[in-house]
């Protein structure tokens, strides 16, 4: 069966007004202005989208599909993520992560679940490694993983300024980025290290080193949690105006939902204000992430856990409470991943991509429907995928 979804207001993220999309073999066929299906109707599925905007699908560049955590002990190791967290959150790509725990959350299990996410419906790929240098990897190279591994498609989270990392140098820095940049290179994919940054006083500072010694660019990594707190926010507008990438945490703890400065809507609008390039930033969910907090003396109080829908609550926020356009917003978390990470046929609606899509609803601004690879996994706010024991 084909589907065509009729009178919708098309965003690739950028604007091309009310249009019909042709969906075939899990692909965008066409995009015209007025798609006539009454010749082979009983091939097509018509579906109506007056009064709701057609977008690319999320890509989630950054979620502990194994879990996370365990900075409380091992009862507060988080548990994996559930294939219909993604689908009623609109994400459909996500990309896995292991975080301070690479002891019991190993790699063999990263890209298993992601095998798993990709065989329940959506796109999943992870990245090699975690907090710690030298990184655990799967093959026991990094190149190797990135270059053998299907699902791998760069290192991270790596940590720095945080006093759960390894304390890396510039130069074990430099070394895993060179290995990821040469296994991206010869596999076609981004090598993109992704680098944790806690609140330590040094901030992006050894990034900034290794850039500045070495011969690997800035754009070979993509800092995250950059909207940690006031001060590093102000240094990722500063390092994004020297051409490195940015990535937003949409996650937050309960009590910091009101700081202003921690709402990635509120921070995107800042750095447009401020000159940075939409095409440097990026927002992830860091979901099912634990979200620790220490006192002063980096002593555990207490823990959270982040929520891969955060990712679409922020990216309507901004759209509606910061009053910034769709076709800029939307590229956050579609187009620039997708083109950061080398994620072909994702992240635009384009003849030929992937029919990863959402109806978002235009009155409400909520997701109604979701098409992940040209099936339907959510229609009219109701689920029809679910993960294989949920």
């Known amino acids: 069966m084909l589907t065509l979804i009729k009178n919708a207001d098309v965003y690739t993220p950028t604007p091309l007004g009310e249009k019909d999309v042709l969906i075939g073999g899990g692909k965008i ?15 097509i599925d018509v579906v109506d989208a007056k009064g709701n905007y057609l977008v690319p699908g999320l890509i989630d560049g950054h979620v502990h599909i194994t879990g996370g955590g365990g900075e409380g002990s091992f009862k507060t190791r988080t548990p994996e993520l559930p294939l219909s967290d993604c689908i009623q959150a609109g994400i459909t790509s996500v990309v896995g992560v292991i975080g301070t725990d690479g002891t019991t959350r190993t790699m063999a299990n990263l890209v298993a679940k992601a095998k798993g996410l990709e065989e329940e419906g959506i796109t999943c790929y ?17 190149q190797n993983d990135i270059m053998l591994v299907h699902e791998i498609i760069g290192a991270g989270e790596i940590a720095i300024a945080d006093h759960r990392s390894s304390q890396p140098t510039a130069g074990e820095l430099a070394r895993l980025a060179s290995e990821a940049r040469i296994g991206g290179i010869l596999s076609g994919k981004g090598g993109i290290v992704n680098i944790h940054v806690g609140d330590g006083a040094d901030q992006l500072q050894l990034i900034e080193e290794v850039v500045k010694t070495t011969n690997i660019p800035i754009t070979q990594f993509l800092p995250t949690h950059i909207n940690r707190h006031e001060e590093l926010l102000t240094t990722g507008i500063k390092y994004a105006k020297k051409g490195g990438y940015v990535d937003f945490t949409t996650s937050c703890l309960d009590d910091e939902i009101n700081d202003d400065n921690l709402k990635s809507s509120k921070g995107l609008k ?12 990026t927002f992830t969910s860091d979901g099912q992430g634990s979200l620790p907090r220490f006192d002063k003396n980096s002593k555990f109080i207490g823990l959270g856990i982040g929520k891969v829908v955060s990712l679409f609550n922020e990216l309507r926020d901004a759209i509606t409470e910061e009053k910034l356009p769709i076709e800029k917003v939307w590229k ?5 991943p997708a083109r ?38 959510m229609s009219k706010k109701e689920i029809l995928v679910k993960g294989t024991f949920e």
């Not at 992870?126 to 990094?142: A, D, E, M, R, V």
């Not at 046929?345 to 609803?361: H, Q, S, V, W, Y």
């Open 29 to 43: 066929i066409t995009i015209s202005a007025d798609i006539d299906a009454s010749a082979m109707a009983e091939y």
């Open 126 to 142: 992870c990245q090699s490694g975690n907090y710690h240098l030298p990184i655990k990897t799967l093959t026991g190279s990094l």
């Open 270 to 281: 800042r750095m447009l204000d401020e000159g940075v390039p939409i095409e440097q930033i």
């Open 332 to 336: 956050v978390a579609t187009e620039n």
């Open 340 to 377: 950061i990470l080398k994620l072909d046929n994702k992240g635009t609606i384009k003849e030929g991509n992937d029919a990863d899509i959402l109806l978002i609803t235009k009155d409400s601004f909520s997701i109604d429907s979701v098409m992940a690879k040209g099936q339907w996994m």
